[in-house]
């Protein structure tokens, strides 16, 4: 059913004064905040009407009203205002990420951090490695007489190492001319290009063969297998809330979410691959989101490289607007910040 336009305008004022204040709503709160031209009782009948499309509910008889899990969905497709960060706000965004973009490792951490601070909610992301990265640069390091150090960097200059085997017989020298032989066959391919390539080895360069199947190996791996990192911020910043306060279950089903980091990448690995907001309001729509939290993500990407999914997560009082808002400061600002560093 359509709601008219006094009823979405009542509904949007219950949730904004909800998400404000976590105290159910009375008419006679709307009509002194915001609709003072209204009666109380003409107010009160919307709200009626409102509670029986099932936008509302009523905890007693003689209590205000709160949203339900549909007006919270109604309210972020189409009701609440857009918000915009304060200049101190993107001030600290840029100051968090100054001098610091050219390594993504500390992007990812200082990304979490930010937006944890600035919305005061758990944040949770997903770090992920897109085949679609460069490489830059490759070298190889003796560790031990078979075991080696693979050193990659990509053109986000991320850099990531891993152990290799390597033939104990192998000099030094020869682990340096590998180095060299396997850094000039892969520096400018994309890490995605670089698997399979053992076929272009010819005869002469036979003896770096196996080194290269490792090298090869440990890229697939990177890209494919364990290449998601899982960061969390803020899990205390939970009981500044008083769903999870005041009721040691939903703390606890809360927890049971933030803690597990299988959940965690579950939840954020069906985000696409851009700056789009999802919001994901209460467990309907994903059976490890227990039913009174809500998740909003973005994923970032600079150049069609994707730089990791972030989310906000917290009750379903949650202020939208808000983390709306600085989930794409931050991913503007980001992108700027990485673009202007090429």
């Known amino acids: 059913m359509k709601l008219s336009d006094r009823k979405r305008k009542i509904l949007q004022y219950v949730v904004d004064d909800y998400i404000s204040t976590a105290q159910p709503v009375s008419s006679k709160?709307?009509?002194?905040?915001?609709?003072?031209?209204?009666?109380?009782?003409?107010?009160?009948?919307?709200?009626?009407?409102?509670?029986e499309m099932g936008f509302l509910s009523q905890l007693h008889t003689s209590s205000g009203r709160v949203p339900s899990v549909e007006a919270y969905k109604l309210y972020v497709s189409e009701l609440m205002d857009k918000s915009k960060l304060t200049s101190k706000e993107v001030g600290t965004i840029k100051e968090m990420f100054a001098n610091h973009v050219d390594n993504l490792e500390e992007v990812v951490q200082n990304t979490v951090k930010v937006i944890s601070d600035l919305t005061d909610y758990t944040t949770i992301a997903l770090s992920t490695h897109s085949k679609e990265e460069k490489i830059v640069k490759l070298d190889i390091f003796r560790h031990k007489l078979t075991q080696a150090l693979l050193l990659i960097v990509t053109e986000n200059t991320l850099i990531r190492d891993k152990f290799i085997n390597i033939p104990e017989n192998m000099s030094d020298d020869q682990i340096s001319e590998a180095a060299v032989f396997i850094s000039k066959l892969c520096v400018g391919r994309k890490l995605g290009e670089i698997v399979g390539l053992i076929d272009t080895i010819k005869d002469e360069f036979a003896t770096y063969r196996e080194i290269f199947k490792n090298v090869m190996d440990a890229i697939e791996e990177y890209i494919e297998k364990g290449n998601a990192q899982v960061l969390l911020e803020g899990e205390q910043k939970s009981i500044n809330h008083p769903e999870y306060n005041n009721d040691s279950e939903k703390m606890k089903n809360f927890l049971s979410v933030i803690t597990s980091k299988d959940k965690i990448a579950e939840l954020l690995s069906k985000d696409n691959d851009n700056i789009e907001i999802n919001i994901k309001i209460g467990g309907e729509e994903e059976k490890d989101m227990p039913e009174d939290c809500s998740l909003v993500s973005a994923t970032y990407s600079v150049s069609g490289v994707k730089i990791g999914t972030y989310g906000v997560i917290g009750p379903l009082r949650m202020d939208y607007p808000k983390v709306v808002s600085v989930l794409k400061g931050v991913g503007k600002i980001l992108e700027d910040m990485i673009e202007n560093k090429k």
């Open 29 to 51: 709160s709307i009509t002194e905040k915001y609709m003072p031209d209204i009666s109380s009782a003409t107010v009160r009948s919307e709200l009626a009407g409102l509670e």
